[in-house]
């Protein structure tokens, strides 16, 4: 069965780093598209970044761009997300999931992990 494993969050201050991991298993990897996505508490899960399955091509949502960046790794079915000049609100459960399309859509995406808490203390 498809598994996906996010690991990497922690407690960190604001303006520090952190790098979430995504360790997949159960699917050609390099055929889907690897999303992030984050929720907090009350709140609806809201698009992070993407990237294709190839790695040519990624997009990230406003609040995000310029300081996380998206990649992954084909040969070991792994996907990232570096965090820098975190902020307070970037606080979050963290969940990273794939997808045949490459788009933003929540409802696209079939396969699911079980998240990793960031928090960023201010």
């Known amino acids: 069965q498809v598994q996906l494993i996010e690991s990497g969050g922690g407690l960190v201050q604001a303006g520090g780093s952190l790098r979430l991991s995504c360790a997949a298993s159960g699917l050609t990897f390099r055929a889907y598209a690897m999303a992030w996505f984050r929720q907090t508490p009350g709140k609806e899960r809201e698009f992070v970044s993407v990237i294709s399955g ?4 990624t997009d990230y949502a406003n609040s995000v761009k310029g300081r996380f960046t998206i990649s992954r790794d084909n040969a070991k079915n ?5 965090m820098n000049r975190l902020k307070a609100e970037d606080t979050a ?3 990273c999931a794939a997808s045949l399309r490459y788009q ?7 396969y699911w992990g079980q998240g990793t808490q960031v928090t960023v203390s201010s």
């Not at 792994?78 to 570096?82: D, R, S, T, V």
Request: hydrophobic letters at 15%.
């Open 54 to 57: 190839s790695g040519s091509d």
């Open 78 to 82: 792994m996907g990232y997300l570096q």
């Open 93 to 95: 459960g963290y969940y």
């Open 104 to 110: 933003r859509d929540l409802d696209s995406y079939g």
